[in-house]
Nanobody, 122 residues
Framework: VQLVESGGGLVQVGDSLRLSCAASGRTFTMGWFRQAPGKEREFVAVINWSGGRTYYADSVKDRFTISRDNAENTMHLQMHGLKPEDTAVYYC???????????????????WGQGTQVTVSS
């Protein structure tokens, strides 16, 4: 499976942005991680196969919403109230054929996109 992210960009504090991830095939658990300069990759959000269960990092809870469209093999991350500390490269991740829902470890996800840059300017 190949994952391609889109939707990143330069925004101002408080702005909204919607990231998308297109998968080349069927996926199981999907999620988003991010990595800021000089920092380790950080869990952002995860969604189960059906889309009925979601889990967020405390730092983005109530500001970000993860969703997916299995008919289109796409996933989205709607981000509101963006802060400078949200600046990072955002990666789409997934599993194929098995669930890792609930895991926040990068090692749990074998498939990664190339990443899309989100920069929040103050």
């Amino acid at each position: 499976v190949q994952l391609v992210e889109s939707g990143g960009g330069l925004v101002q504090v408080g702005d909204s942005l919607r990231l998308s991830c297109a998968a080349s095939g069927r996926t199981f658990t999907m999620g988003w991680f991010r990595q800021a300069p000089g920092k380790e990759r950080e869990f952002v959000a995860v969604i189960n196969w059906s889309g009925g269960r979601t889990y967020y990092a405390d730092s983005v809870k109530d500001r970000f919403t993860i969703s997916r469209d299995n008919a289109e093999n796409t996933m989205h991350l709607q981000m509101h109230g963006l802060k400078p500390e949200d600046t990072a490269v955002y990666y789409c991740v997934c599993t194929v054929g098995f669930s890792v829902y609930g895991s926040t470890s990068p090692a749990a996800f074998p498939y990664w996109g190339q990443g899309t840059q989100v920069t929040v300017s103050s």
